[in-house]
Each structure stands twice: as C-alpha cells, then as structure tokens.
C-alpha cells in the first residue's frame, strides 16, 4: 500500500485479561494489569498519536509459541516430562495461544488490507488474533505432554502468594546469575487472572485471517525444532 503501513505487534497483555465467559474484543476498555502491558499500551499510545500522519494497524497476540520459543516451552516442558502440572490459584484458567507462524501471517495481512488506527476511534485498525480456540490450562499441558509421548498429566494448584514468593525468588537469582527470569513478580500479576482470551472475529473479518496451526500440531513442531537446536 501507499504510503507503507507501519505494523505494529502489541499484545494482548495491552489490553489485558478477560473473563471466563466471555473473550476480550478490540472495542472493550484496556485495562492492563502488568507493567509489560502498561509499557504495550503506551506503544499502541504513542503509533495512535500519529495516525494522521503515519498509516498503522495494531495487532495483539496472545501467548506466542513456535521454534526460537525461549519462554513457554521451556516453562511447560519439566512439568510435561514429569507428568506434573503447576498451575498458580485454584479456579479454572483460559488462554488463547497463537503459533508464531499463523502470527506472521497476521502481520503480512495487516500490511496489506483493513482500515489503519484513528486517533477518534480506539478500537480502530487494532486486531486481536489466535488459534481460534479458548484453552484451558489443563488442556495445554495434556498437548504438551502428548507431543512428548506422554498421559494427561497432574494439575497441581499453588496458592497465589506461593507464586508470588517464587517469582520473588526468581528475580533475586537472576540478578546473581545477570540473566533475565523467565517468571517474575510482573508475570505472576498476569498469572493471577482467570482468563486471557480474545476474539478473533473482527480480524477474521477485516483482514481475512485464518488460523492453520492447531495447538497439538504446533507443539509438536516446536519441539522438534526445540531437539533440533539441542534442547532435550
């Protein structure tokens, strides 16, 4: 397009989380509840205060996988090897996951089709997209124990403030260590909500996006690429 569009990969984390009943959509409030989401939304800020100038389109994924994950598979794939599954609080938890390659996908679409953002409309020019499907975290875990060959594994509840203590205790080694935790206090503040999906009807229907990666499939193929590079 004419002048070139600038794409910009936000988050769902942007936005922040839904409810167990129903998914989040580009037109509800954001209400970020973790600093990653606070400094995501003040991208999407900063590209919406020259959309009279620079043509943009927002995207917010949700938790991306794929190969060159450095993230979640290897926080899945201990509790997937022994058969026990963490999961912080005791209610049910949803996610929408996107394969890193179905998210390419959405960005090339962006570039080339839907209206761009507006400083008068929020929602505007702004896609949320996934697999198409809402997961339960017990449902993710059994995908990633299936890849591996293995049952359903065990869910095992921890209480909040155990996470929160754990994350705590994460950063201070990283510190030691001068790397940067995986899970952190910000994470567990993400980790508290019930819910993180999203729709993806307004991306579907603007820019003709299709997922094509399911999530057994996706993991299956992460964890080959994981092997590949030297992982176990």
Request: proline letters at 11%; a positive charge; one cysteine or more.
């Amino acid at each position: 397009p004419h002048p070139p569009r600038l794409v910009y990969c936000s988050s769902l984390a942007a936005a922040g989380p839904s409810t167990p009943e129903r998914p989040r959509r580009e037109e509800d409030p954001p209400a970020p509840v973790s600093i990653y989401g606070r400094s995501k939304l003040g991208g999407e800020e900063a590209v919406r205060a020259f959309a009279d100038r620079v043509p943009s389109v927002i995207v917010r994924p949700p938790i991306v996988y794929g190969p060159g994950d450095v993230e979640f598979l290897p926080s899945l794939l201990p509790m997937a090897k022994l058969g026990l599954a963490l999961k912080s609080g005791f209610g049910p938890k949803r996610y929408s996951l996107i394969h890193v390659d179905d998210l390419c996908t959405a960005l090339l679409a962006a570039v080339d089709r839907g209206p761009t953002v507006s400083k008068e409309d929020p929602a505007r020019g702004v896609y949320a997209v996934s697999d198409g499907v809402e997961h339960s975290w017990e449902d993710v875990c059994t995908a990633m124990a299936g890849a591996l060959g293995k049952g359903r594994p065990a869910v095992l509840p921890v209480p909040q403030t155990v996470s929160y203590m754990v994350g705590l205790g994460s950063e201070a080694v990283a510190r030691l260590r001068g790397t940067v935790p995986i899970l952190n206090r910000d994470k567990v503040r993400e980790m508290r909500c019930p819910a993180w999906t999203c729709s993806t009807e307004r991306a579907s229907r603007e820019l003709g996006f299709l997922p094509t990666i399911p999530l057994a499939q996706g993991l299956a193929g992460t964890l080959a690429a994981y092997r590949e590079a030297g992982g176990r």
